[in-house]
């Protein structure tokens, strides 16, 4: 049996990484399924969204019913905090559009930088060394792995929701906390891109810019606006992990092609060569191709035809449905709210448990907000536990 921690963080991911940095007891052991940080260490395309520069009250909108649980841990430590303490690490950050990137590192910089901070403070690092199962005996959590048992006083689960597996966060996480009594919502991919079948082979690599997309289900239209990138197995892009917010199975997707669709169609009628050709002024040469009537010349085509491009280029239609919890990068669902305190992150019926990050039923819009609220969570529970200890 190894010695009595003080706190055990089970997952280095942020949440997990922040909170082990701003423990004051170096009496701290932490685990992760890999090396720690790989979400981390490619969020964004390595650029890394941390936060975002709307004020508090527009902050907490970005999570829907559930964003009021975060006033107290954003009135502890918030955006500029966040910003601050990365400074004291040498790390820098710029603003795009209201976004709060890093200025002079990368992702992947960011996540060796954090590791390298937990590594010299805590007691033992626990990398490629997965939690089984968690006891908790009169006070004590008893802490199984795959190589061995620990004891610990306090326990701190950021292992992550169910989003990117092979990063780590395979829902382990969820059925720790299920053992140990709480609830669990129910889980959802979002922030993920869009599979449609037979579809998307030939356009694979087109991006569209700030392009209006509609998400059909059951009747109700839900639009949002962002770049968009066809893949080989759908779309992606801001715009599509907007919509994946939503809840469903399948849906209609319409994608506007082009603003000015009616003015465009009525000077097609007008040029002397192949619709492609026209079309091609304005949309990727491959988009153009699978327009109606692509290869017909446009001063022959009837008014049913030109009514058929213009649909084509006002509304491209696709049967969506999400790609699964492989390609998200968020978990919607997780540990019940009711359940947590919100000053604290601590079980309300289990002292000394906290849960941190992703595990928890919170899930934020795309621009930061994710980030933001991992990093505050870890804070939160660090001073949490300070205070107790």
């Not at 685990?31 to 004020?55: Q, V």
């Amino acid at each position: 049996m190894s010695k009595l921690f003080d706190v055990a963080i089970v997952g280095a991911g942020a949440s997990g990484l922040a909170c082990a940095c701003f423990l004051k007891t170096l009496n701290t052991v932490i685990f992760d399924k890999y090396e720690g940080a790989r979400k981390l260490s490619i969020t964004g395309n390595n650029r890394c969204n941390i936060t975002n520069t709307l004020p508090l009250e527009g902050f907490l909108e970005q999570y829907g019913k559930n964003g009021k649980f975060l006033r107290d841990t954003f009135n502890n430590f918030f955006r500029n905090e966040l910003t601050e303490w990365l400074g004291g690490f040498g790390v820098e950050t710029k603003v795009e559009k209201g976004r709060v990137f890093l200025k002079n590192k990368s992702a992947k910089q960011l996540s060796k930088i954090l590791k390298s901070a937990v590594e010299h403070k805590v007691a033992q690092f626990k990398k490629f060394e997965p939690v089984i199962e968690i006891k908790n005996e009169k006070g004590i959590f008893l802490i199984k792995t795959q190589r061995n048992l620990y004891k610990s006083r306090v326990v701190v689960l950021t292992c992550g929701g169910m989003s990117f597996p092979n990063t780590g966060s395979d829902g382990s996480c969820y059925r720790i906390a299920k053992k140990l009594g709480h609830t669990i919502t129910e889980l959802e991919p979002i922030e993920t891109p869009f599979c449609a079948k037979n579809c998307c082979e030939p356009l694979k690599g087109i991006t569209l810019s700030n392009v209006k997309a509609t998400l059909t289900i059951n009747n109700k239209n839900i639009t949002e606006k962002g770049d968009l990138i066809f893949t080989h197995f759908g779309v992606s892009g801001p715009v599509i992990f907007k919509l994946s917010s939503n809840s469903f199975r399948k849906a209609i997707l319409k994608i506007e092609l082009l603003e000015n669709s009616e003015g465009i169609v009525g000077k097609l009628h007008f040029y002397k060569g192949k619709v492609k050709n026209f079309l091609s002024q304005f949309l990727p040469e491959r988009l153009s191709q699978m327009a109606p009537y692509s290869e017909e010349f446009a001063a022959n085509l009837n008014k049913n035809q030109l009514n058929s491009i213009k649909q084509f280029l006002s509304g491209f239609t696709l049967e969506v449905s999400k790609c699964g919890f492989n390609r998200a990068f968020v978990t919607k669902g997780g540990v019940s709210l009711k359940e947590v305190n919100p000053k604290t992150f601590e079980s309300r019926f289990i002292k000394n448990l906290f849960f941190g990050g992703e595990v928890l039923d919170i899930q934020g819009n795309i621009g930061g907000f994710n980030l933001q609220f991992a990093f505050s969570s870890g804070y939160t529970i660090a001073k949490s536990i300070n205070e107790r200890l």
